[in-house]
T-cell receptor, first 113, second 109 residues
Framework: EAGVAQSPRYKIIEKRQSVAFWCNPISGHATLYWYQQILGQGPKLLIQFQNNGVVDDSQLPKDRFSAERLKGVDSTLKIQPAKLEDSAVYLC???????????FGSGTRLTVV | EDQVTQSPEALRLQEGESSSLNCSYTVSGLRGLFWYRQDPGKGPEFLFTLYSAGEEKEKERLKATLTKKESFLHITAPKPEDSATYLCAVQANGNKLVFGAGTILRVKS
């Protein structure tokens, strides 16, 4: 079974620039999550999708962050404009609606300078 | 609000020196408690799910236990390859996981 694919692995941008991350979940996994992990902290949920609908985006900074999952498969997370405090690893995970124990991708490490 | 606190923040062990990591939690309606391992530069890797107080699960040198307020990850006779960050998370309403900050484990040979 192929894992959760994420790209790019690393990204360095200047503050106020925009950036986008891509995620392809495990085939058949209807639920997709984006987490933000700041150095030294545990992952924090940004947004949860069920198929192509948003289930929970209560912790997504909507003034600068957006996410979509148009066909219920892969997803993109965008930041515009980026701030220094957005430097973190952005993790994508997926599971089945009745499943437990997400499968995580390797993440995208974002550095904002 | 669901909260997870892990201790210690960091732990250094000699190879073969057994110890335990702690995860205390407050959550309304626990559906599951999860343990993950995270290596540098990688995403978290699933280890265990515990569902009810008194439950225990084992995998190689790792054993996870659960009470109504906390979970322990016991590491028996650790090896250097067990060095990683161990993350605890709780699942309440919905499917989202709330994570603790993790314990960084270093095992020296």
């Amino acid at each position: 079974e192929a894992g959760v694919a994420q790209s790019p692995r690393y990204k360095i941008i200047e503050k106020r620039q925009s950036v986008a991350f891509w995620c392809n979940p495990i085939s058949g996994h209807a639920t997709l999550y984006w987490y933000q992990q700041i150095l030294g902290q545990g992952p924090k949920l940004l947004i949860q999708f069920q198929n192509n609908g948003v289930v929970d985006d209560s912790q997504l900074p909507k003034d600068r962050f957006s996410a979509e999952r148009l066909k219920g498969v892969d997803s993109t997370l965008k930041i515009q404009p980026a701030k220094l405090e957005d430097s973190a690893v952005y993790l994508c995970a997926s599971n089945t609606p009745t499943g437990n124990g997400y499968t995580f991708g390797s993440g995208t490490r974002l550095t904002v300078v | 609000e669901d909260q997870v606190t892990q201790s210690p923040e960091a732990l250094r062990l000699q190879e073969g020196e057994s110890s335990s990591l702690n995860c205390s939690y407050t959550v309304s309606g626990l559906r599951g408690l999860f343990w993950y391992r995270q290596d540098p530069g990688k995403g978290p890797e699933f280890l265990f799910t515990l569902y009810s107080a008194g439950e225990e699960k084992e995998k190689e040198r790792l054993k996870a236990t659960l009470t109504k307020k906390e979970s322990f990850l016991h590491i028996t006779a650790p090896k250097p390859e067990d060095s990683a960050t161990y993350l605890c998370a709780v699942q309440a309403n919905g499917n989202k996981l709330v994570f603790g900050a993790g314990t960084i484990l270093r095992v020296k040979s």
